[in-house]
């Protein structure tokens, strides 16, 4: 079961802050997740939990990306229980943008889709995406799922997932969308990563079913180009975005797209009252739902 994000968990928290940070990476969770617990792999046992958040521990994303101020970004996004909140996909996203706008300024107040503010993709220098179901979440069967919340929960928003049915309007226009904003002359690299192991989907709720495969290749990669490219790992959907220790197969994968990343980034001179600072923006490591 996931644990309850409270007002505390929610916004931007910086996990680790060079002394002259010329990049930052921006760590996003999926609905329904935990913003910490996502990152977070337990190397110890049950009885004698040790918990690793590759984003800050030393020797992990810090050790590769030494000049990055490394964030990670929590919402509300519980679909069933008490604390179920009824928002829209766009709702979410204004307000990452907002916060976002506090951290670093005007540059980025700004909307995907507003011509207005062209220069969000323009500083942005790439997107990692573990497991996101661009196509729909095909291993998912949402009536058996809402079923088994409702039993459990009574309180469900049911609306939460239908953004995850396969060929459903919303889903098609949004990341049409985001390939159309992708295809301006600066074209931030993407990575995208897919599972290779079936999961329990039921976990969600604390129950067991029969293993599939949540988001398959298909849908969890767009359309592979110049800039982006497609990564496997032999993870289920529910650990494929925690590493507990530099030598994980998993972990070295990721991290040399990564620091690809970094190391490509462009420098820009960028204007935040009352300093200048020499920066780069970031990228988003950006999770599926669960």
């Not at 070295?252 to 797209?257: E, L, N, T």
Request: glycine share 6%; net charge negative.
């Amino acid at each position: 079961m996931v644990r309850a994000v409270t007002e505390d968990d929610t916004g931007i928290e910086i996990l680790y802050q060079p002394s002259n940070p010329n990049i930052d990476i921006v760590a996003v969770h999926g609905l329904g997740a935990h913003p910490d617990d996502t990152w977070c792999k337990n190397i110890g046992t049950p009885e004698s939990p040790q918990w690793v958040n590759w984003l800050k521990d030393p020797d992990m994303l810090p050790s590769i990306a030494s000049n990055a101020r490394i964030m990670r970004y929590g919402y509300e996004s519980a679909w069933f229980g008490s604390e179920a909140i009824k928002q829209s996909t766009t709702d979410a996203a204004e307000e990452f943008l907002d916060d976002l706008k506090g951290l670093r300024g005007a540059m980025i107040h700004a909307r995907l889709h507003s011509k207005r503010w062209p220069d969000l993709l323009s500083y942005t220098t790439g997107l990692v995406f573990f497991g996101t179901p661009f196509r729909g979440a095909e291993g998912i069967s949402q009536s058996e799922l809402l079923q088994a919340a409702i039993e459990e929960h009574k309180v469900v928003e049911a609306q939460a997932l239908r953004i995850f049915d396969p060929g459903n309007d919303p889903l098609e226009d949004l990341v049409t969308d985001f390939c159309r904003l992708h295809s301006v002359p600066h074209k931030a690299q993407i990575a995208c990563f897919f599972e290779q192991k079936p999961s329990n989907i039921m976990a969600i709720l604390g129950k067991n079913a029969q293993k599939s495969f949540v988001v398959s290749r298909s849908s969890g990669c767009l359309d592979e180009s110049e800039s982006t490219q497609k990564y496997r790992l032999a993870r289920t959907h529910f650990d494929m975005n925690k590493f507990g220790k530099p030598s994980e197969r998993g972990f070295i994968k990721a991290a040399q797209v990564i620091k690809g990343m970094v190391e490509a980034a462009p420098r820009f001179k960028v204007i935040i009252k009352p300093s200048i600072i020499d920066t780069a923006y970031g990228f988003v490591l950006n999770i599926s739902p669960f």
